[in-house]
Nanobody, 126 residues
Framework: QVQLVESGGGLVQPGGSLRLSCAAS????????IGWFRQAPGKEREGVSC????????YYADSVKGRFTISRDNAKNTVYLQMNSLKPEDTAVYYC???????????????????WGQGTQVTVSS
């Protein structure tokens, strides 16, 4: 049974940092493409960052390039999203997801994946 559990969200001031974690179970993360997506109220889901776990190749949305970093720990079967220089417009529910067939770029740009976590709220506000 595929399960993804996000953690690490919360309230942070503009300019601050957070690290999100996504613990995977029921499958081997290394065999999949993994991604972080977000959705703010009234807005479409956005593909924030996606990674091919086996090769480390990555994709980042223009809105987060230079500020966010996706990484994974295959031994812990966990993927992370380090978020620095946070802005109020980064406020959203963040979801991790995994995909087997699509490429990293397609996964993030089409905002599609095979399995999703339940999401964690990130609020950037003073």
């Amino acid at each position: 049974q595929v399960q993804l559990v996000e953690s690490g969200g919360g309230l942070v001031q503009p300019g601050g940092s957070l690290r999100l974690s996504c613990a995977a179970s029921g499958f081997t993360l290394e065999d999949y493409k993994i991604g972080w997506f977000r959705q703010a109220p009234g807005k479409e889901r956005e593909g924030v960052s996606c990674m091919r776990s086996s090769s480390g190749s990555t994709y980042y949305a223009d809105s987060v390039k230079g500020r966010f970093t996706i990484s994974r720990d295959n031994a812990k079967n966990t993927v992370y999203l380090q978020m620095n220089s946070l802005k109020p417009e980064d406020t959203a529910v963040y979801y991790c997801a995994v995909e087997y067939i699509m490429t990293v770029q397609a996964m993030c740009r089409m905002r599609r994946a095979g399995s999703w976590g339940q999401g964690t709220q990130v609020t950037v506000s003073s």
